[in-house]
């Protein structure tokens, strides 16, 4: 008789993403996990719509640890805002995220998050993408150079981190999957993971627990 599926060995798992967001997310399923940095061009392909170039490089990030670790389900993920049909990227300086949430302001912005789940040794490859529709408040420039001076969200796209003092810029959210505005959906990579064989919920059974 072969092993009962609650005794199969539990694949390593890796997260492809450097981002801080992310891994404090991830380490919400109680899972142990490496963090390796995924080698993806992310530049966006002419006529790309914003879901399709999250879709895409969640995937390639996957994709790419994964070719290092094929014994390890992988983790790729990658959020693209979109305003009035644009991709708005990370600002990265403080002129750049001025000018975003100035755009913003008044605005709903979508946020597209994307997560891929990849094991090379058993074949497994699946994605899903989490839309986040957020309505901004009518924001004054005093407004935005208050939060930008308090939290200074230069890596994060949009300019505002929800999480924190950033959910004082908005109006509303409507989303599905509560965590896919910070970068993670972990509603869908909960299903994903299942589906590779890791279930979070079977994993703590075996006493594999951070």
């Not at 993403?17 to 061009?41: G, K, M, N, Q």
């Not at 939290?151 to 999957?177: F, N, R, T, W």
């Not at 965590?179 to 279930?199: F, H, K, S």
């Amino acid at each position: 008789m072969g092993q009962s599926a609650a005794m199969q060995p539990t694949p390593p798992l890796i997260l492809g993403s450097t981002s801080i967001y992310r891994r404090e997310l991830l380490s919400r399923l109680r899972i142990p996990f490496e963090v390796v940095a995924p080698d993806v061009d992310e530049t966006a392909r002419a006529g790309e719509h914003p879901a399709e170039l999250a879709i895409r490089l969640a995937m390639a990030k996957a994709r790419a640890v994964a070719a290092q670790h094929p014994d390890a389900v992988v983790i790729g993920s990658d959020q693209v805002a979109e305003l009035a049909g644009v991709a708005v990227s990370k600002p990265g300086d403080h002129r750049r995220a001025t000018e975003q949430l100035r755009a913003m302001s008044g605005r709903e912005v979508i946020f597209h998050t994307a997560v891929a789940v990849v094991c090379a040794d058993r074949g497994f490859e699946a994605s899903d993408l989490a839309k986040v529709a957020v309505s901004f408040r009518l924001l004054s420039d005093d407004e935005i150079e208050r939060y930008l001076q308090a939290e200074q969200p230069y890596d994060c796209a949009g300019s505002a981190k929800s999480e924190a003092l950033g959910i004082a810029l908005l109006q509303a959210v409507e989303s599905d999957d509560p965590t896919a505005l910070i970068g993670l959906p972990l509603i869908r990579t909960c299903t994903l993971l299942r589906r590779a064989g890791l279930d979070p919920l079977g994993a703590i059974d075996r006493g594999v627990d951070r």
